[in-house]
């Protein structure tokens, strides 16, 4: 089993629309997760970090995490074709070590015009 | 967040022959890592540069393959030793000013070997 599994994609949405992406992870343990954002050619750029089960929004993001279900889901709102990317989830606590993170494989994110 | 760079940005090498890539950050910071990834696939920890120690290295990989320098905060170095194709990959440096704190990564090298 996958310690950290995303849909690979692509998942396309339209211009303006709600686009929702999923991770989960197998350890319970873990205390921090992250979204980046990677266009393609590029470096993995930080969108947003949650500690706590809840919801934490940061302009058009939000992310969501439920420790219960060992889910984290990033929501991007008025989505525009410049979100096209890939986005990784990572994962990080006891399990893996406080600095070691486990990343997904990504999830490919189309807006279509 | 610190702003990263690395040198090179991308090379093209021989089979048998060994690269070195430099990571230098603005600022001084506690964590260093060194990250792979391969076409197509996320990203797979190599090893973090411990400053004035052997770096520690994740499973499979090792230090003659990819012997690691941290001299300071600011500056680490990755070598990746005696070449295949299969090295080719995207290799990325990463910073965290302590640990478990958040990771920013650098702009990465791209490496292709023939």
């Known amino acids: 089993q996958k310690e950290v599994e995303q849909n690979s994609g692509p998942l396309s949405v339209p211009e303006g629309a709600i686009a929702s992406l999923n991770c989960t992870y197998s350890?319970?343990?873990?205390?921090?997760f992250f979204w980046y954002r990677q266009y393609s050619g590029k470096s993995p750029e930080l969108i947003m970090f949650?500690?706590?089960?809840g919801d934490k929004e940061d302009g058009r993001f939000t992310a969501q995490l439920n420790k219960a279900s060992q889910y984290v889901s990033l929501l991007i709102r008025d989505s525009q074709p410049s979100d096209s990317a890939t986005y990784l989830c990572?994962?990080?606590?006891?399990?893996?070590?406080?600095?070691?993170?486990?990343f997904g494989t990504g999830t490919r994110l189309k807006v279509l015009a | 967040s610190a702003v990263i760079s690395q040198k090179p940005s991308r090379d093209i090498c021989q089979r048998g022959t060994s690269l070195t890539i430099q990571c230098q950050v603005d600022s001084q910071v506690t964590m260093m890592f060194w990250y792979r990834q391969q076409p197509g696939q996320s990203l797979t920890l190599i090893a973090t540069a411990n400053q004035g120690s052997e770096a520690t290295y994740e499973s499979g990989f090792v230090i003659d393959k990819f012997p690691i320098s941290r001299p300071n905060l600011t500056f680490s170095t990755l070598t990746v030793s005696n070449m295949s194709p299969e090295d080719s990959s995207i290799y990325l440096c990463s910073v965290a000013r302590t640990d478990g704190d958040t990771q920013y990564f650098g702009p990465g090298t791209r490496l292709t070997v023939l």
């Open positions: 949650i500690y706590s089960n």
């Open positions: 350890d319970r343990g873990s205390q921090s």
């Open positions: 990572a994962v990080n606590g006891p399990g893996s070590g406080t600095y070691k993170y486990i």
